[in-house]
């Protein structure tokens, strides 16, 4: 079942060359924090099962990767990842 999983995200991970590199860098800690697959650029953090600890640990991780902090209220404002993104590269 684990192997069947990664084989998916890696399958997915190369699926995805329409992505950008910060999309599919939020998109991987999307995946992890949220411990789903299932989900794309588009979806709604809330809309998809999201709660506020897991808004707090995906916003403290996305200013880790970035390098660029950002205000757990964004993700409130910009609840999917192509929305954070536009955001993310206007305020840098």
């Not at 991970?13 to 924090?33: F, S």
């Not at 411990?35 to 953090?45: C, L, Q």
């Not at 506020?52 to 902090?69: L, P, R």
């Amino acid at each position: 079942c684990n192997l069947l999983i990664h084989i998916l995200f890696v399958i997915s991970e190369c699926n995805c060359p329409h992505l950008t590199q910060l999309q599919k860098r939020l998109l991987a800690i999307w995946r992890k924090i949220l411990k789903s697959e299932n989900i794309d650029i588009n979806d709604n953090f809330f809309e998809i099962g999201g709660n506020s600890i897991q808004a707090i640990q995906i916003t403290n991780q996305m200013t880790e990767e970035i390098e660029h902090f950002i205000d757990i209220g964004k993700l409130f404002e910009h609840p999917t990842i192509s929305e954070i993104e536009r955001y993310i590269l206007e305020e840098m």
